[in-house]
């Protein structure tokens, strides 16, 4: 089992800076590739970022691209989420999620259903 548990939400104007972070434990950190993933009201819970499992390959959601920054630290096991230049289209229950990444170490997955663990989710309000 993998446990996470998500820190750093909170309600903030349109334009500033939240960071986000994940703390995991339970098992060997390095062998699960981690995503952020978000969901609105009433909206399906959708794809943000994702890195791999040393940080060497990151993806974004087109609607984050150039705002948002997803990094790890597996000497803590914590992967973050530095969000920039925040609208109120990013308001969503945020979850970090892993995924046992050891068959294909390099892949970032975009589905929910392929990751193994959830955090219990943070919340984020941007105001306009």
């Known amino acids: 089992q993998v446990q996470l548990v998500e820190s750093g939400g909170g309600l903030v104007q349109a334009g500033v800076s939240l960071r986000l972070s994940c703390a995991a434990s339970?098992?060997?950190?390095?062998?699960?590739?981690m995503g952020w993933f978000r969901q609105a009201p009433g909206k399906e819970r959708e794809f943000v970022a994702g890195?791999?499992?040393?940080?060497?390959?990151?993806y974004y959601a087109d609607s984050v691209k150039g705002r948002f920054t997803i990094s790890r630290d597996n000497a803590k096991n914590t992967v973050d989420l530095q969000m920039n230049s925040l609208k109120p289209e990013d308001t969503a229950v945020y979850y970090c999620?892993?995924?046992?990444?050891?068959?294909?170490?390099?892949?970032?997955?975009?589905?929910?259903?392929?990751?193994?663990?959830w955090g219990q989710g943070t919340q984020v309000t941007v105001s306009s």
């Open positions: 339970g098992r060997t950190f390095s062998n699960y590739a």
């Open positions: 890195i791999s499992w040393n940080g060497g390959r990151t």
């Open positions: 999620a892993a995924r046992d990444s050891r068959g294909n170490p390099w892949r970032i997955v975009t589905t929910t259903p392929e990751y193994d663990y």
